[in-house]
């Protein structure tokens, strides 16, 4: 498939260097729109970039597919919760297009407590000449006015960003997901214990649709990791559980969906039971396929392929990395254990795409059951070069350009990736960098 | 003459400047100048005259639509009224281009203040300026790339189908018919809520060919949202059609829709019950309708219950005379008793809100023997706001039956909602106190309410002393003042000797608002003194109170009580050490006029 990727500079301002690399430069999430002409990133800073692909042109052709930085705002501050005395991150968690309905772009950006809808638009024309100052912007004097005058002239192409709408204060606990429904009127957000659906144009007041907070927080024993809504069925949703479970619910059935009506779930192995079983069977993402008939979920070593008509066990599973099976001890005490891996659907659903650590991201074909490993990494991959499938020995004699387990840098990992939704594009985040990769042209 | 033309050629000259400041703020960086600006357009386009608002006003302001959303949502409201300004009828369409922008942007409001205004400015078209301008316009927005204007479309079909030719009209059907089954739901949605609209300017045929056929294919949508705006749809159309093609052409839809897969499509009918029951008329309504009715009534979602459970009344009132008692005895009535102990208490109220209203329609021994024991079970129920919408209601059973017949449950009802945690629910039983004591009688009243009454005065919630005096002001109006002289003024004025000062200035407060309805004789004799005693309270609150009290309940008392009591003790609180107290006794002196 597409082991001969290649990779492509981005927007060179975007690529800053690891070392001047803050905190605030950590990519948090990556989206590109229904057509894929915008791709959009937020990173821990609570800022979203736009990129805007390159439109075809006869003197450079091979530009076509590089995408561009369109517009670069601010979207979330930090804030503080006095009531409970908690600090609110701007990171933002998730962002998601809206279809566009008019020459401007929307999208719902939201951190750990507040939705945002953002406008994004272009502006030509300012107005100019105006009556009561001379060209020069000077005061005229009044007594000189004998004409009128009401004009706009044209000017740069500006870009801007305005914030549309707010929907705040309905999530006790820390948003992870939101979800455009199929009817483009409402949304659902997502935190631990609750999922809210909203309309897009009323921010004072949401529906609970799902609630499993227990009367007793003591008797908690499973929190929702994330949740979507099927892609053309405006009443079905799924959200999936730290405890590997995954609950379509259907909304006509009743206004609260507590009772879910399919739970797809996979009998554990007795004999491969740990002491990690259920962190590492804690479900990371789940994601519709574009037809609406799969459902893919990302755990912490698999990534599990699901037919909607099948509750039992999954269609298909895929081994991200199990090469860590044996070092989850040490995963474990460094926290990466609890790493949150995405994963993605290329747009007709016949290879899946995940993260794993040392900057590598897999991708598997469902047709041919081959796999991939490749590295996106500044050393690596020079702009127009074509991506090195690699590999990971676990143990005996290491052969050349294999990596050893023991030597994979854990500090780098590759969490949040996206794919063009018609064409083979991907858009995979590696800490503060942003790499985007494409079939070879011609 | 010349001097006079050359005052008015001066006079144009610096009325030109206020209109400059008006359009530059149109273009000012701050919002609300612009919008001040904007609400002053029609004196800017009086200023540049008819012309220059054709020629350069207006395609400014089909430029501006970049700005805020209240500046568009009022430039797309002004320009509904801007015909005259842009020379009258005969160059209305110049208004089109600024409003086909308005009706492309994407909020909605805004949107639908354009569609508005140009629904407005269509009536104001002559046909043939409606057939070369307007009706293009629509099938641009209806052909949009975006969906914003083909929703936008969809609402000024039907201004201008009656006025154009039969070529063009068959142009509209077409366009209409293409938005229905638009690929995205918004815009169906949009459609489906003009479908009834559309069909009323329909010719009848063209309502059986074409409307029936999208109507049903809109109530049978994949989308929910869509679905549910076809039952709407639902009630334009059947009181459109003949009765007897009612049966083929809407019900297989109606029914289908009640029994929806959606709680939200289901509730949809729940709620336009009425309407619908109006226009399939009585034959149909005996037929179809009551058992769907039943069924909502019975729905699995508590949601959809509610909502039939608040048609009850209407639905039972407009059941054909002929036959309502039987229905309602054989039919509805057991749905209603099941509403009782419903497991949601937000269907127990909406029942309770309506059930009361049965006991008229089914007359006194129905009533009695079937209704009265379930409004007594409601009065019973552990939801506060069952016991309260029974109680609210109680009129229409003093109307059939007498309130006494509930009287041994009532009362225990009233004793605990007017003893509630909430004082919320505490507030919203005193305002039934006077409507209570209308239909209870004085004796009644007198036994067994009083004493709350009066207890509700040292409610340690304020908003609760407060319509507790209220309260006793309108049952001194019911009673009359000898009732009050007898029963309420000693328990006032006894409080004014309360150690709490809160309490003492609750006396104030009563007396405040009882010395109208009791009356000089009553106010002079027995509360006057009281009033006169307390401006030596030890508490400065209480002091500026009794001025207040004394300013009040003046004009009720004679000129003598005013100089030889009211003036020495306002003219020695006038100097008294608190600046409140001053203020207030001079403030009452001047009212007074005793100065």
Redesign the interface.
């Known amino acids: 498939m597409d082991e001969e990727i290649d990779t492509r500079k981005i927007n060179n301002s975007f690529l800053r260097d690891h070392n001047y690399a803050t905190e605030a430069d950590i990519i948090s999430t990556v989206e590109f729109n229904p057509t894929g002409e915008l791709l959009a990133t937020g990173d821990k800073g609570g800022r979203v970039v736009v990129f805007q692909r390159e439109q075809e042109s006869k003197n450079q052709p091979h530009r076509r597919g590089e995408y561009n930085v369109y517009s670069t705002f601010q979207s979330h501050e930090p804030e503080f919760d006095y009531l409970k005395s908690l600090e609110i991150e701007e990171k933002i968690n998730k962002i998601r297009w809206l279809p566009q309905q008019n020459a401007a772009y929307f999208l719902l950006s939201t951190n750990d407590k507040t939705v945002k809808l953002w406008k994004v638009s272009e502006r030509d024309k300012r107005p100019e000449g105006y009556n009561l100052k001379d060209e020069e912007g000077r005061i005229r004097d009044p007594t000189t006015i004998t004409a009128l005058r009401i004009l706009l002239q044209p000017m740069d192409l500006m870009v801007e960003a305005t914030p549309r709408r707010v929907f705040s204060n309905a999530h006790t606990y820390h948003i992870n997901s939101i979800s455009v429904n199929s009817d483009y009127e409402t949304y659902m957000s997502t935190d631990d214990l609750r999922i809210n659906l909203w309309n897009l144009e009323i921010t004072n007041r949401s529906f609970n649709i799902v609630d499993i907070k227990p009367a007793n927080m003591e008797m908690l024993t499973e929190v929702i990791t994330a949740a979507e809504f099927q892609p053309s069925q405006c009443n079905t949703f799924v959200y999936s559980s730290s405890k590997g479970s995954i609950r379509l619910c259907d909304m006509r059935a009743s206004a609260l969906c507590d009772n879910h009506s399919k739970l797809f779930e996979e009998p554990e192995d007795p004999s491969n039971r740990s002491f990690f079983s259920e962190i590492i069977s804690s479900i990371s993402d789940v994601k519709f396929s574009h037809s609406g008939r799969y459902l893919m979920t990302r755990d912490y070593l698999t990534v599990k392929v699901w037919d909607l008509n099948m509750e039992s066990k999954p269609l298909e599973t895929y081994q991200v990395h199990d090469y860590l099976r044996s070092k989850l001890c040490s995963l474990y005490e460094n926290d990466c254990i609890f790493d949150k891996f995405e994963c993605v659907w290329n747009g007709s659903d016949s290879v899946i795409m995940t993260g794993s650590y040392n900057n590598f991201f897999r991708m598997f074909d469902r047709n041919t059951k081959r796999d991939v490993t490749l590295e996106a990494s500044r050393e690596n991959s020079k702009p127009r070069a074509i991506l090195k499938p690699r590999k990971v020995c676990v143990g005996g004699k290491r052969r050349k350009d294999e990596i050893s387990v023991d030597s994979l840098d854990f500090s780098k990992k590759i969490l949040h990736s996206a794919w063009h939704p018609s064409e083979n594009i991907i858009a995979v985040a590696a800490t503060n960098n942003l790499y985007i990769f494409q079939d070879k042209v011609n | 003459m010349n001097q006079s033309s050359f005052i008015s050629g001066a006079d144009g000259?610096d009325s030109?400047?206020p209109?400059?400041?008006l359009?530059?703020e149109?273009?000012n960086e701050d919002v609300q100048l612009r919008l001040n600006s904007i609400k002053k357009l029609s004196t800017i386009a009086l200023?540049?005259g008819v012309e220059?608002t054709r020629t350069?006003?207006l395609p400014?302001l089909t430029?501006?639509i970049?700005d805020e959303d209240e500046v568009l949502l009022a430039l797309a409201e002004q320009l509904g009224n801007f015909t005259m300004l842009v020379g009258g009828p005969e160059y209305v369409h110049c208004l089109l281009p600024p409003l086909e922008s308005l009706a492309?942007?994407?909020?909605?409001v805004v949107r639908d203040k354009a569609v508005e205004s140009l629904r407005k400015i269509s009536q104001e078209h002559s046909p043939v300026d409606l057939e070369v301008h307007f009706e293009p316009l629509v099938k641009r927005l209806a052909s949009g790339d975006?969906?914003?204007?083909r929703t936008s479309a969809c609402g000024l079909f039907s201004v201008c189908y009656p006025r154009v030719s039969s070529t063009v009209k068959a142009e509209i059907r077409q366009h209409f018919r293409t938005l229905c089954s638009d690929d995205?739901?918004?815009v169906r949605?949009a459609a489906a809520s003009k479908l009834g609209e559309f069909a009323k300017v329909l010719e009848l045929d063209y309502v059986k060919s074409d409307i029936i056929s999208l109507f049903t294919a809109l109530a049978s949508d994949?989308?929910?949202?869509v679905r549910l705006l076809a039952v709407e749809a639902c009630v334009s159309i059947a009181s459109l059609l003949p009765q007897e093609d009612l049966e083929t052409l809407v019900m297989p839809t109606l029914r289908q829709a009640a029994e929806?897969?959606?709680?939200?499509v289901r509730y949809m009918v729940a709620d336009k019950f009425s309407e619908l029951q109006k226009a399939v008329g009585p034959e149909i309504t005996k037929n179809d309708l009551v058992p769907a009715f039943q069924n909502l009534l019975k729905d699995?979602?508590?949601?959809v219950r509610s909502a039939a459970a608040k048609k009850i009344k209407e639905f039972c009132e407009n059941l054909p005379e002929d036959s309502r008692e039987t229905i309602i005895m054989t039919h509805i009535l057991s749905c209603v008793k099941e509403l009782v102990s419903d497991t949601s208490q937000h269907v127990k109220s909406a029942l309770a809100s309506v059930i009361m209203g049965l006991s008229t329609i089914l007359g006194k021994d129905n009533t009695v023997e079937h209704l009265l024991p379930l409004f007594l079970a409601q009065l019973k129920d552990e939801c506060p706001e069952v016991r309260l919408n029974i109680i609210s209601n109680l009129d229409c059973v003093n109307e059939v039956i007498g309130i006494r017949q509930l009287s041994q449950s009532l009362l225990p009802a009233i004793v605990e909602l007017a003893e509630d945690a909430k004082w919320r629910v505490r507030l919203a039983i005193i305002e039934y106190m006077p409507l209570l004591a209308g239909q209870l009688g004085v004796e009644f009243f007198d036994e067994k309410l009083n004493t709350l009454c009066m207890a509700w005065l040292i409610d340690h919630v304020y908003a609760i002393r407060e319509a507790a005096t209220c309260n006793l002001m309108k049952l001194v109006e019911k009673f009359g003042a000898e009732w009050a002289q007898n029963t309420i003024v000693p328990k006032v004025l006894g409080m004014a000797n309360d150690p709490n000062y809160l309490h003492r200035m609750t006396t104030l407060f009563c007396i405040n608002s009882l010395s109208e309805a009791c009356g000089q004789d009553i106010t002079t004799k027995h509360m006057l003194p009281v009033v006169l005693k307390m401006s030596n309270d030890q508490v400065a609150n209480v002091r500026f109170n009794v001025a207040k009290s004394l300013q009040k309940i003046g004009p009720v008392l004679d000129s003598n009580a005013l100089q030889t009591e009211v003036k020495p003790v306002l003219e020695k609180l006038a100097t008294d050490t608190d600046m409140d107290v001053k203020y207030f006794a001079q403030e009452a002196i001047r009212v007074l006029a005793l100065a």
């Not at chain 2, 975006?146 to 204007?149: A, D, Q």
């Not at chain 2, 994949?222 to 949202?225: A, G, P």
């Not at chain 2, 929806?260 to 939200?264: E, G, I, T, V």
């Open positions: 000259d030109l400047y209109i400059a400041v359009i530059d149109l273009r200023a540049l220059r350069e006003l400014f430029d501006t970049y492309t942007v994407e909020e909605t975006w969906f914003t204007s995205t739901p918004m949605r994949e989308q929910d949202s929806d897969k959606s709680w939200r699995c979602e508590a949601e």
